[in-house]
């Protein structure tokens, strides 16, 4: 049974499998078992050119030996013509099928880095053979049921000679570069595209972070020109904004913690003459620092992701119940840790030492704040940005309890007068 049968037909089958560029993609059962099978669909494999491309697709696909590259062969045919394509075994899902039943997993310690490493590994791959995945949308992209590998099947540029690609994409026509869907025309640009398209789908449900935001822009311009070379590029560029993004929020905790610090001490310290305090300049978020200032390579923009609100109402409830939960953990192991570190200068030795010795303690302590914020984000599975925030309120509240206390035990300005 076609695929086209199956779906007049209202078959449940439909409902188990995935629904590829080029078919059905589902389980059927043998006897007593049960093989993973691709019916093409009719509408295509009534053209002569779409047959010989399958053709050629089979002939190609054992020369593929990519990890995340699924083998085939030509199942069943008619009058020598193929109609569906045998898979080889195991048990696979499409990414969207995956994070639509187990949404946590966007907010699990580096399960969204590992997704877009394995797509720019798989994709670098194929393309150095000459074959373009073109279309990676989260339904044209597949998971090892288990492991979540990623694994990619049947690939486009097999197809390009179709004079009309819409009947190939269809409803995934979006995540295909303009020049595929209006010329037939692709190269490596056209892979930048649609692997910019898969990660924008990935940061749907939640805040995607600057670097991210600024490469996507970029590989998702119309103009194949204005795009990212290859996706080795891409990669490197991402790496660097990755590069930047760590040292500018380093930047920032150790801000704050110097101006809480070096504040409070020049408060504490006796008074010899009248002086003008000036009150410090508001803090800054890293993405304005980002945005204003530094511009790694080109000037890439920002674009915003998707809200939480196309997630169905349960699902979007365990989310933000993980984030939460998340933010309590950090909070509470945060605040354990800057009173620990903070005390060390919040003392009397240290408040009466010289100016000179007591700027060399404060920035071993920045250091130390900085390094133990990041780390404990890590932990908790939390953002930069949030947990950034959290770290300076913490910060603020107890610097000015450890201030109440120095001038409860006599340690205050004008003490020594």
Not at 30 to 59: A, M, P, Q, W
Not at 249 to 259: D, G
Not at 270 to 299: C, H, I, W
Request: hydrophobic content about 35%; aromatic content about 8%.
């Amino acid at each position: 049974m076609n695929y086209d049968e199956m779906l007049s037909l209202g078959n449940v089958q439909i409902a188990k499998g995935a629904l590829l560029p080029i078919g059905l993609f589902h389980k059927k059962q043998n006897g007593v078992k049960y093989e993973n099978v691709l019916d093409l669909r009719c509408h295509l494999s009534d053209s002569v050119l779409f047959l010989e491309d399958v053709k050629r697709e089979c002939e190609e696909n054992p020369n593929l030996s990519s990890p995340h590259q699924l083998h085939f062969v030509i199942g069943e045919t008619s009058c020598g013509d193929p109609k569906s394509l045998s898979v080889e075994k195991g048990r696979f899902t499409t990414f969207s099928q995956l994070l639509f039943d187990n949404p946590s997993l966007v907010g699990r310690k580096g399960f969204l880095d590992n997704v877009i490493k394995q797509v720019f590994d798989a994709a670098e791959y194929i393309n150095e053979k000459g074959v373009y995945h073109l279309c990676y949308s989260p339904d044209n992209v597949l998971a090892r049921v288990g492991d979540n590998k990623l694994l990619l099947l049947s690939h486009g540029s097999f197809y390009l000679n179709m004079n009309d690609q819409g009947d190939i994409y269809r409803d995934m026509s979006s995540y295909v570069a303009p020049e595929v869907m209006s010329e037939g025309t692709a190269d490596e640009r056209s892979e930048v595209y649609s692997i910019g398209k898969f990660i924008e789908w990935l940061y749907s449900t939640g805040d995607m972070p600057l670097e991210y935001k600024r490469l996507v822009k970029k590989a998702t311009m119309d103009n194949p020109d204005d795009r990212y070379c290859d996706v080795g590029a891409m990669r490197s560029s991402l790496k660097a904004l990755k590069a930047t993004r760590s040292s500018v929020t380093m930047f920032i905790v150790a801000l704050v913690a110097a101006l809480c610090i070096v504040g409070f001490y020049f408060g504490m310290m006796p008074e010899t003459n009248e002086m003008e305090y000036v009150k410090p300049a508001p803090r800054q978020s890293t993405d304005d620092l980002l945005d204003d200032g530094f511009d790694p390579v080109t000037e890439l923009g920002v674009i915003s992701g998707d809200s939480l609100d196309r997630m169905p109402p349960e699902k979007k409830k365990e989310y933000e119940k993980h984030v939460k939960k998340s933010e309590e953990i950090f909070r509470k192991q945060f605040e354990r840790e800057a009173d620990r570190i903070l005390s060390k200068v919040y003392n009397s030795e240290y408040m009466g030492a010289s100016e000179k010795n007591f700027m060399a303690s404060s920035k071993k302590i920045f250091a130390e704040l900085t390094e133990v914020q990041q780390r404990l984000a890590g932990e908790a599975n939390l953002t930069n940005e949030k947990s950034q925030v959290i770290a300076t309120q913490i910060i603020d509240k107890i610097t000015e309890e450890k201030k109440k206390n120095l001038v409860k035990y006599g340690i205050q300005k004008g003490e020594n007068e």
